[in-house]
């Protein structure tokens, strides 16, 4: 099944934290890369003024993996916690690492806290300028645009720099 995953960190080395979680991905029983985004230094949004300078660097992964969802979900928790993640009350808190599933094939999922396509997908462009850098004609579930099309109707907002395509 094809999955995308978005990729973000804004603690120690960013750009290690994207490449070790991405070779650990990739070391997940019957996962392949199918594309890999450039990566990006994004503005952090909606965070406490104390952790405005902690700029982001995000990335998409697109990957075919042969797991079912809940699985899929529960292996890359795992991945998070291994690399030092924390989960806490204040959703924006910095993190070395942070590993959104964007979409899972064609399913659509709202239940027991998980949410397929990512419910914030649309609105954020540090999700959707790499991604529409891999998949500029993907229509995820439940939309009638293509990823280039609704972020080319996104609103002038936060900062999206390219930063390096090779990682």
Same mark, same amino acid.
């Given at each position: 099944?094809? /999955?995308? =995953?978005?990729?973000? $960190?804004? @603690? ?6 994207? #490449? ?5 991905? +990739?070391?997940?029983?019957? /996962?392949? =890369?199918?594309?890999? $985004?450039? @990566? ?6 909606? #965070? ?5 300078? +902690? ?5 998409? =992964? ?26 806490? =009350? ?78």
């Amino acid at each position: 099944m094809e /999955t995308g =995953l978005s990729l973000g $960190s804004n @603690l120690g080395d960013r750009q290690a934290n994207l #490449v070790d979680a991405r070779d650990r991905i +990739l070391g997940l029983p019957g /996962t392949r =890369l199918l594309a890999q $985004s450039p @990566l990006y230094e994004t503005e952090p949004i909606g #965070v406490k003024p104390e952790y405005q300078q +902690l700029d982001f660097l995000n990335a998409v =992964l697109i990957l075919d993996t042969q797991a079912e969802v809940h699985k899929w979900f529960d292996w890359l928790r795992a991945i998070e916690t291994e690399m030092g993640r924390l989960r806490s =009350l204040d959703r924006y808190a910095p993190r070395g690492i942070d590993v959104d599933v964007i979409y899972f094939g064609s399913l659509r999922i709202e239940s027991g806290g998980l949410f397929v396509p990512h419910r914030q997908w649309k609105k954020r462009r540090f999700v959707l300028q790499p991604l529409a850098d891999v998949r500029p004609d993907l229509m995820l579930p439940g939309e009638t645009r293509t990823v280039r099309q609704v972020l080319d109707a996104l609103p002038p907002g936060e900062a999206v720099n390219l930063l390096t395509r090779d990682w």
